[in-house]
């Protein structure tokens, strides 16, 4: 047989009844990306029955798109261990957690009448402003409790609203089961969201300067690789999330480490790599800079991540139900990092 046909292509079957695992699996007999969807089940399977710490990289309006469910599943579960994300997810994480939907509209809607209406609108996703504002005056709100002139870690930050929301919860959220369940949450484009905007409201109320060491985020996430066994990625698309993540095995050197690079990586992503542009980099191309080992087991899946995201997760659940029961997940000693 010829060395390059050792495995045919196994057409899709349609069988009633049939579960996501399944689905998953057999999607990996076929080709294109459906195969790599399969493959990434495979290494997120690998990586929680491995002693990897697995960090998160979460860019896109996912949440209002209803992929908040699935990131708390993601926690609960301890499938994921370190959270890396823009302030605008975080804030309409805290958004519904406040029991303010998110609502379908249509791409085709009156954009100059929603302004008028004060309705704002992602692509086909309607959020109004009223309820946007009694959730930014929260926030401003909780930011003056804060220390003044006294550096927060994000991670600190995000922790403290976690708390500081479980009372008025209506329902699970990102924010308050990672607090619960010791899940770091990072966010170093924190300004860049309505976190940003509720706390500089909340300085030109009160003069209070509430401080950000993001500086110290970097030494934190890089201090989580050094003291991993082993570390893999997971993106769910780009952005400044991809590349904080991305450069934790890198940043070791400043505490006389050199990591060989994440031992595994999947990435969801719609971006192309030949703009140059981080988002849609390759993972082989991470190689070269030494963020990804050579040897790593990783995947490019090129989808929408509302489409992937909820397969992946279900058959990964159903799958590995056993090694995720049993898994202990890594605690990080931030108290023994040099220069904490």
Not at 59 to 73: C, D, Q, S
Not at 136 to 142: C, D, I, L
Request: some cysteine.
């Amino acid at each position: 047989m010829n060395e390059y046909l050792h495995r045919h292509v196994v057409p899709f079957e349609i069988r009633p009844g049939a579960g996501a695992d399944e689905i998953v699996r057999r999607m990996g007999h076929t080709s294109f990306q459906a195969r790599n969807l399969a493959l990434a089940a495979d290494i997120w399977c690998r990586m929680l029955a491995d002693r990897t710490t697995i960090m998160l990289g979460l860019a896109g309006a996912l949440v209002p798109a209803g992929m908040r469910e699935i990131i708390v599943y993601l926690i609960e579960h301890r499938m994921v261990d370190v959270i890396v994300s823009t302030g605008a997810n975080l804030y309409h994480d805290l958004y519904e957690t406040m029991g303010f939907p998110h609502w379908q509209g249509s791409p085709e809607d009156d954009d100059v009448e929603l302004g008028r209406l004060r309705i704002n609108r992602f692509f086909d996703v309607l959020a109004p402003e009223t309820d946007f504002f009694q959730g930014e005056r929260w926030v401003t709100e909780f930011a003056l409790t804060l220390e003044p002139d006294r550096p927060y870690h994000t991670r600190e930050y995000f922790r403290l609203i976690g708390e500081a929301l479980q009372p008025l919860a209506k329902r699970e959220g990102i924010l308050t089961a990672a607090a619960k369940h010791g899940v770091p949450i990072y966010c170093p484009a924190l300004g860049d969201s309505v976190h940003g905007i509720a706390i500089a409201a909340a300085r030109t109320r009160s003069g209070q300067r509430v401080l950000f060491d993001i500086i110290g985020d970097v030494m934190e996430t890089s201090w989580i690789a050094a003291s991993s066994e082993s570390t893999g990625v997971i993106y769910l698309g780009g952005g400044t999330p991809k590349n904080f993540v991305q450069q934790t095995e890198v940043t070791a050197y400043i505490f006389n480490r050199e990591l060989p690079g994440h031992k595994y990586g999947i990435q969801i992503t719609m971006d192309q790599p030949q703009w140059g542009g981080l988002s849609g980099c390759t993972f082989d191309e991470a190689i070269s800079w030494r963020k990804i080992a050579p040897e790593a087991r990783t995947v490019t899946l090129y989808s929408e991540t509302t489409v992937a995201l909820p397969l992946i997760v279900s058959a990964v659940a159903e799958r590995a139900a056993d090694v995720i029961a049993a898994r202990q997940p890594p605690r990080f000693d931030f108290a023994a990092m040099p220069g904490a």
